[in-house]
């Protein structure tokens, strides 16, 4: 039996040898450790042994569990330890770029224009989006009942002062610089504009509008069209043609629409410029001596001219969008290529 017990140990040495992963560890317990494995069959066996020669058989048989019992732990811990320790990355993979942020189409305008003017000597001033009646309106010359007011459809708000609106657009900015600046005054004004529109590929409920505004004594026309000129040139390049269309707005006489030609086709007539050969810009004019009035401001001493841009129409202008709607969609496969 003691012969036995020795050549079993030896079986399991020549085992323990072999134990190299949790494959082979596996193996290992269930040749030697499950219920019909050699050790619990060893201990069973003990039963047969003669009760004078069981105690120092039993010592035998015991020392050699307890010697297996802790050598197979001590592989156990070594190998899973070792498994823990093998990384989770493959540093040797190439790694995985960070996407790169950048700034939107609209910012992006917004940062040019302001640039521009900046260099002619402009401020930067900003207004309130949440307006009353007589910022947007009344002192800029349009009468309560005066259909110009029909030209942008409003979003009035329920509120207990009354005539409290979202700023149809940035014009109402003028009149709070006229009324709190010293002349002379010569500021850029950029901002969010809301009108009641049905949204489509051309208007938004909601977007930018740059107000430009110059008061000081002399300021003719011929400056609001050296400053819009100067302006676009940087803009659109210095081969771009222009034209002042007379127009009409409440607060400025006269008035002007500005008119670029068409730098997609050089006037001679595309989809975009819908075969004119030129595209509109913005809206301008002499600052109406009623407006200056409301202002505090004497129109014999002083004048000025306004300007206003649609910052969407200029963007899209410049990048070739065509649904304004896809400048407020956040779809980065659009917005990755500007
Ligand atoms: N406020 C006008 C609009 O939203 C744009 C505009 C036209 C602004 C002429 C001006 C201006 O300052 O002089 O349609």
């Known amino acids: 039996m003691i012969a036995d017990i020795s050549f079993i140990k030896q079986n399991i040495e020549q085992d323990f040898a072999t134990i190299k992963d949790a494959e082979s560890l596996e193996q290992f317990r269930l040749k030697h450790l499950t219920k019909k494995g050699t050790l619990p069959v060893l201990v069973e066996s003990l039963r047969e042994i003669p009760k004078e020669d069981k105690p120092a058989i039993g010592k035998l048989i015991n020392e050699l569990r307890q010697y297996v019992e802790a050598t197979f732990k001590e592989f156990k811990e070594n190998l899973e330890a070792e498994e823990s320790s093998v990384p989770l990355i493959d540093t040797s993979l190439p790694g995985r770029m960070p996407l790169k942020g950048h700034i939107h189409p609209i910012k992006k305008t917004l940062d040019t224009i302001i640039s521009i003017f900046e260099g002619m000597g402009f401020t930067v001033a900003e207004g309130i989006d949440i307006e009353d009646d007589y910022h947007n309106y009344e002192a800029l010359n349009f009468a ?32 709070r610089m006229m009324k709190s600046h010293p002349i002379p005054i010569r500021s850029i004004m950029p901002g969010r504009v809301y009108r009641n529109e049905a949204l489509s590929a ?26 819009i000129v100067a302006f676009a040139k940087q803009m659109y390049g210095n081969n771009s043609q222009f034209r002042f269309r007379p127009s009409y707005f409440p607060f400025t006489e006269p008035s002007a629409e500005v008119d670029i030609s068409c730098y997609l086709c050089s006037g001679k007539g595309c989809r975009i410029c819908k075969n004119s050969g030129w595209l509109e810009i913005c809206g301008c004019g002499m ?52």
């Open 287 to 338: 600052v109406h001596p009623q407006v200056l009035k409301n202002c505090g401001i004497d129109p014999e001493e002083y004048s000025g001219f306004a300007f206003g841009f649609g910052i969407e129409r200029v963007t899209m202008l410049a990048t070739g969008i065509n649904d304004i709607r896809a400048l407020y969609e956040n779809d980065i496969r659009v917005l990755e290529q500007f």
């Open 144 to 175: 309560e009942d005066h259909p110009a007011r029909d030209m942008q459809d409003t979003f009035f708000i329920d509120d207990p002062r009354g005539d409290i609106l979202l700023r149809s657009h940035t014009s109402p900015v003028q009149i």
């Open 202 to 227: 051309r208007s938004l409920a909601e977007f930018h509008q740059i107000e430009g505004l110059y008061i000081d004594k002399h300021v003719t026309f011929a400056d609001l069209k050296g400053t």
